[in-house]
């Protein structure tokens, strides 16, 4: 391992070194993800026995014989990616060094060294560092949710600070049927800084809503990474646009490393999995997918690559905000060697109100609620949890536990390529 290690370190230098061109950065960053991913790959296995020690594991309850597996496993792979990314940071500036002197190689007269380019980095990579740290604390602690949904919003004032301090912008261009009105362009203020705020939060949560089977947390997010490099790849050639260019060159600088390393996890993941990602893992993941979108100035872009987690999130928002009962797992149940669709008794531990009952007959009227048991009212009284894992199995009938993640991981991948329509398609309609 270590020679292995030695030797890609060499030819990552090389690389740099001897390269010239345009994209030499983005070249070193891809040869340095794979470096990092190879590392993961090897390095998971060998930390299962030392997680297990440190009672830092749980049953997979998806599976008859509940083997006891290592949780948590995500800390490492972050830990990978943020040392991937140390490394990295003086690339970006290989220009800017001559004999010592902060320079820049073609002209020195003109330049001086990017220190906002610099803090950009630094800002993001403490932002999603801070995202690890609390993630982590979640897994040991177990910290309740009335306190963990704020967890994206504190790591994120770094990044704020920065984008305020740079002169961020803050303003939005407004759909074309809105413009008459209120004009084209819009000045959020300070509002603009809460959705950054709001979109770190669902992105985080988002993802970790969005589990319990084996590889569906690394293969939504694996997913969602590809989306955003091929998205970024578009905006790099034939554009005149040269801050566009560096807005994605930054994405990609992030992102790359986080899909080697994510990849090199969901294979450990996948069914039947050797580990469990974690909460740590989830916080990471939505992290660095929140802050590729805001710094690469593309956020609207990066929320319809999460179309299935927008949605997974407003179906389940009566059980989450206790309109409805809500059990403390929500996973799908295991029968027969096969899973099927958790269910609920709405009533259980509390009267249903009239507008519980309301969003129960909404939902099965279009179809997204599978009804087992009626009271001599009518009124609803079991019915599959509201999560999307649910719904795929309460309509497809029960399957065993690869399939489900493949079908789930197949609806991410559709609306992938639903929001490249919309995106580069249909966005001329609106905008």
Same mark, same amino acid.
């Not at 059990?327 to 096969?338: K, S, T, Y």
């Not at 719904?391 to 639903?418: D, R, Y």
């Given at each position: ?278 909460? /740590?893992? =989830? ?42 009962? =809500? ?13 099927? =669709? ?33 009271? /001599? ?55």
């Amino acid at each position: 391992m270590r020679i292995l290690l030695s030797i890609l370190s060499i030819i990552v230098l090389t690389v740099a070194i001897t390269i010239k061109g345009e994209y030499t950065t983005l070249n070193v960053s891809i040869i340095m993800s794979l470096l990092a991913s190879i590392i993961t790959y090897k390095l998971l296995p060998t930390l299962t026995d030392a997680f297990i020690k440190a009672n830092l594991c749980g049953q997979d309850r998806l599976k008859k014989e509940r083997p006891l597996l290592p949780e948590t496993m995500g800390l490492p792979v972050a830990i990978i990616y943020l040392m991937t990314l140390f490394l990295f940071i003086p690339f970006p500036f290989i220009n800017w060094f001559e004999g010592g002197r902060l320079v820049h190689e073609s002209n020195p007269i003109l330049g001086t060294f990017p220190y906002n380019k610099l803090g950009e980095i630094l800002a993001a990579i403490l932002a999603i560092q801070s995202m690890i740290l609390l993630g982590f604390a979640d897994d040991v602690l177990d910290v309740r949710w009335r306190y963990k949904v704020w967890f994206p919003a504190i790591a994120s004032i770094p990044l704020m600070i920065f984008y305020y301090t740079n002169m961020g912008v803050t303003y939005v261009v407004m759909p074309i049927p809105l413009r008459p009105y209120i004009g084209e362009l819009v000045d959020l203020g300070i509002f603009y800084y809460v959705y950054m705020a709001m979109l770190t939060i669902f992105c985080t949560h988002s993802i970790n809503i969005l589990a319990g089977i084996n590889g569906i947390e690394a293969g939504q997010s694996l997913i969602i990474g590809l989306s955003i490099i091929m998205n970024d790849v578009l905006y790099l050639f034939n554009n005149p646009d040269r801050s566009s260019v560096e807005a994605h060159l930054f994405s990609l600088y992030f992102i790359i490393p986080f899909v080697g390393v994510t990849a090199a996890l969901l294979y450990h993941n996948w069914f039947p999995a050797t580990l469990f990602v974690g909460d /740590t893992f =989830c916080y990471f993941a939505g992290m660095t997918l929140a802050v590729v979108g805001i710094m690469g100035h593309f956020s609207k872009t990066l929320l319809l690559f999460f179309l299935p987690q927008i949605f997974n999130f407003v179906y389940s928002c009566p059980q989450l905000f206790r309109l409805l009962e =809500c059990p403390r797992h929500r996973m799908p149940v295991l029968e027969n060697g096969l899973l099927t =669709c958790s269910r609920v008794r709405p009533a259980n531990k509390q009267t249903l109100g009239k507008l519980g009952n309301r969003i129960l007959r909404l939902l099965s009227s279009c179809r997204l609620l599978v009804v087992y048991e009626y009271d /001599t009212e009518g009124s609803i009284t079991e019915c599959n949890n509201l999560t999307l894992i649910n719904l795929v199995l309460a309509h497809t009938g029960p399957m065993n536990e690869k399939n489900t993640a493949m079908s789930v991981l197949l609806i991410q991948t559709v609306c992938s390529l639903l929001a490249f329509i919309i995106r580069y398609r249909l966005v001329h309609i609106i905008y």
